[in-house]
C-alpha cells in the first residue's frame, strides 16, 4: 500500500507569513508524529496524535505552532507568523499504535526568506 | 537535553569493515529502535529491539541492548557503498504519562568504496 506522503515537497516563504504543511498517514496508523530537522541536526519532536486523543503538544517550539489531524487521517500542521529559524525539513510519521515502528514521509523542506 | 545520544557522531570506513555505532539514554523505555535516512529527507527503519531482549539481528545488522547501562549499539558488518547515511537511534521515553517519541543527533557513516 501507499506509505506516508507529505505536500509540498518544498515550501520558499517570505518572513511572517503563514505555511499550512500536510501529511497523509498509512490508512489504519492510529499515531501521526511531526518532527523538525534542521541541517545537520538530529530530529525534534514537535507533536503527537493517537487514535482521537487529544494530542501531545509538548514538543511545539512556540505558539505559532498548531496542528489537527482530522478524521484520525490526514494531519495539518500550521506555522503563522513564519521566521527564518523555521527554515527546517518537516517530517511526519505515522504508527499502527503508539511506540510501534515508524513510517516516515519524505519532509516538506520550508526555507523561510 | 537528548534523550537517546549517538556515538560517534561520525564514522568513516572502508567498505567490507564492520561499522558499530553506539546509543546511549537517559530514562527507563519500552524498546528502541535504530533508523537509517538519507540526503536529510525521510527516516527508514531498521529494526527495533524490546526492552526484555538483550541482542537482534537482521541481515547484516546485528543491535543489542543493555538496559543496565541504558545503552543500545548497532553493528553493520561487511559495510557496503550503499551504507553510507545517518543513523538514529529513538527510544520511547515517557513523561508525566505522555508519550515522547525521542531520536539522538545521529551516527553519520562514510563507506568508501
Known amino acids: 500500500g501507499a506509505g506516508v506522503s507529505q505536500s509540498p515537497s518544498n515550501k520558499v516563504t517570505e518572513k511572517g507569513k503563514d505555511v499550512e504543511l500536510r501529511c497523509d498517514p498509512i490508512s489504519g496508523h492510529t499515531a501521526l508524529y511531526w518532527y523538525r530537522q534542521s541541517l545537520g541536526q538530529g530530529l525534534e519532536f514537535l507533536i503527537y496524535?493517537?487514535?482521537?486523543?487529544?494530542?501531545?503538544k509538548s514538543g511545539l517550539p512556540s505558539d505559532r505552532f498548531s496542528a489537527e489531524r482530522t478524521g484520525g487521517s490526514v494531519s495539518t500542521l500550521t506555522i503563522q507568523r513564519t521566521q527564518q529559524e523555521d527554515s527546517a525539513v518537516y517530517l511526519c510519521?505515522?504508527?499502527?499504535?503508539?511506540?510501534?515502528?515508524?513510517?516516515f514521509g519524505p519532509g516538506t523542506r520550508l526555507t523561510v526568506t | 537535553s537528548q534523550q537517546g545520544e549517538e556515538d560517534p557522531q561520525a564514522l568513516s570506513i572502508q567498505e567490507g569493515e564492520n561499522a558499530t555505532m553506539n546509543c546511549s539514554y537517559k530514562t527507563s523505555i519500552n524498546n528502541l529502535q535504530w533508523y537509517r535516512q538519507n540526503s536529510g529527507r525521510g527516516l527508514v527503519h531498521l529494526i527495533l529491539i524490546r526492552s526484555n531482549e538483550r541482542e537482534k539481528h537482521s541481515g547484516r545488522l546485528r543491535v543489542t541492548l543493555d538496559t543496565s547501562k541504558k545503552s543500545s549499539s548497532l553493528l553493520i558488518t561487511a559495510s557496503r557503498a550503499a551504507d553510507t547515511a545517518s543513523y538514529f537511534c529513538?527510544?520511547?521515553?515517557?513523561?508525566?504519562?505522555?508519550?515522547?517519541?525521542?531520536f539522538g543527533r545521529g551516527t553519520s557513516l562514510i563507506v568508501h568504496p
Open positions: 496524535f493517537q487514535g482521537n486523543s487529544a494530542p501531545d
Open positions: 529513538a527510544t520511547d521515553a515517557r513523561s508525566g504519562g505522555s508519550y515522547i517519541p525521542t
Open positions: 510519521a505515522s504508527s499502527l499504535a503508539t511506540g510501534d515502528e515508524q513510517y
